[in-house]
C-alpha cells in the first residue's frame, strides 16, 4: 500500500525511538531482577562491551540516584543529557517542517 | 525560477523538492551562488549509511561527527554506538539523518545568499 509507505517514511523514528527508551528507562526499577538486556554484544556471547552499563546507569539517573549511576558506567549522565537535546532537536524540527509555510509577499491575485 | 535538475543534478526526492520550494523567488544568479555552496556542504545519504556501517566494525559515531552532533558522536564513540544499538537506529534512519543536516545548512546558505544580493 502506498499510503502506509508513505505515513511510515515521514514518522520521525530516530524521535520515537529516543523517546521511547527514556520512557522505558524511567519507568523500570534498575535495581529489578529479570530485565531484558538490550545489549547485542551480550546476547552473541561477546563479554567485553565499552557500552555496558548504560541502561542501568541511565535509569538510575532517571530516578535521580547520580552516585550509583556513575557506578554502572560512567558516561550515563552525559548520555541522559546529549540524547535529552537530540529529543528537542528532533521535536523542534518536527513542528518547523510541518505544514509549509506559505512563501513571504504571496498575495491573492 | 530556478531548475534544481539542472543545477543540483545529484539530488533527488525529498531534498530536490524542499530546495524547489525553497529557491522559488530566487534569481538566477542567486540560485548559483546557493547552489555552489550548497553542494560543498552538503552530505550525501549514501555517505551518511557507509560511516554508520563502519560504527559495526568498532569505530561508531561518524555519521554523527559529520551532522554536527558532537555530543552524540563522542557518547557513541565511547559507547561502541550505544551498544551497537544507536548505529542500528541510525541505519534505518540514515537519509533523514542527511536530509535534515542538509536542510540546516541549505537555510544558513539561503541567508548569507540573501543578505549578501
Known sequence: MPHLRRILGQLPLEL?????????????????????????????????????GLGSSISHALHGEFVISLRHHPLGLFALIVITHRVFTLTTFLFKSIPHQPMKGYTNA | ?????????????????????????????????????????????????????????????IQRFMTDQIGMGILYFFTAGLCFIGTIVDLINHKKIAIEYNQTQAQQIAMMVKSST
Open chain 1, 16 to 52: 520515537m525511538f529516543w523517546v521511547a527508551a527514556l520512557v522505558y528507562l524511567a519507568a523500570i526499577n534498575p535495581d529489578g531482577n529479570g530485565l531484558p538486556s538490550f545489549c547485542v554484544l551480550k546476547a552473541l556471547g561477546i563479554t567485553f562491551c565499552p557500552g555496558c
Open chain 2, 1 to 61: 525560477m530556478p531548475n534544481i535538475m539542472q543545477l543540483l543534478p545529484e539530488i533527488d526526492g525529498e531534498e530536490m523538492m524542499y530546495l524547489q520550494n525553497m529557491l522559488k523567488d530566487y534569481s538566477d544568479q542567486q540560485a548559483q551562488q546557493f547552489a555552489m555552496m550548497y553542494r560543498t556542504r552538503r552530505r550525501d545519504p549514501q555517505t551518511i549509511l557507509l560511516v554508520t556501517l563502519v560504527g559495526f566494525l568498532g569505530i561508531a559515531g
